[in-house]
């Protein structure tokens, strides 16, 4: 357990719908990353936040977006969903150096 | 722009020693992490080098050569569990954390 808390594990949506998904970082770690992969794919980098700023922004399409509030824990947002946005979606924190890693959320587009 | 290589399948057998080789080339260099990701579960954290050299834990060791852009992880004594995507990432100047697509390790008996 690497004390890294995603809601939903799954979710399964149509085309066009807008879902979020949540993230509740270790105790302590004020930096939250998000990171998309989709099947046999890497991990593709979308944004990161530091003690409720935007850190650092990746690959992120403007159907996404995301926040970090004032208790730590972040969302992201994304809308006008597509098929091809059917992924796992992993949240990290860090306070200092390695990430840790939540078990992801699943999403399914249809 | 950023680019990290990794070899993309690997196949060693049990008791046996494997190299994953990861090359890179990214703005900036602020350490560079190997992550172990068994299929469909979250990434977890192997080693992490920010100098030159090499760093061993347990059975993984891993080397950094900054002048080259070059890592690798070593990995000794092979056992079926290792069986799994070997991801290379590199922290960059900017402190994002950018991985490479991973090398996935068969290991058979």
């Known amino acids: 357990d690497s004390g890294v808390t995603q809601t939903p594990k799954h979710l399964i949506t149509a085309t066009g719908q807008r879902v979020t998904l949540r993230c509740s970082p270790r105790?302590?770690?004020?930096?939250v990353y998000w990171y998309q992969q989709s099947l046999d794919q890497g991990l593709q980098f979308l944004i990161q936040?530091?003690?409720?700023?935007?850190?650092a922004k990746g690959n992120i399409l403007e159907r996404f977006s995301a926040q970090q509030f004032p208790d730590l824990h972040s969302e992201l947002n994304l809308s006008s969903l597509e098929l091809g946005d059917s992924a796992l979606y992993f949240c990290?924190?860090?306070?200092?150096?390695?990430?840790?890693f939540g078990e992801g959320s699943r999403l399914t587009v249809l | 722009g950023q680019n990290i290589d990794q070899p993309t399948e690997m196949t060693a057998t049990e008791g046996a020693i494997v190299q994953i080789n990861c090359t890179y080339q990214?703005?900036?260099?602020?350490?560079l992490f190997w992550y172990q990701q068994h299929a469909g579960e979250a990434p977890t954290f192997l080693s992490y080098?920010?100098?030159?050299g090499l760093e061993e834990k347990g059975r993984f060791s891993s080397f950094l050569s900054r002048s080259k852009g070059y890592s690798y992880l070593l990995l000794k004594e092979l056992q079926m569990k290792d069986s799994a995507s070997y991801l290379c990432?590199?922290?960059?100047?900017?402190?994002?954390?950018?991985f490479g697509t991973g090398t996935r390790l068969l290991v058979s008996p």
């Open positions: 990290a924190s860090t306070a200092t150096g390695e990430l840790f």
């Open positions: 105790s302590g770690d004020l930096s």
């Open positions: 936040y530091y003690n409720g700023e935007e850190r």
């Open positions: 990214t703005s900036g260099f602020n350490g």
């Open positions: 080098n920010v100098l030159d």
């Open positions: 990432a590199v922290r960059d100047g900017f402190q994002k954390l950018v």
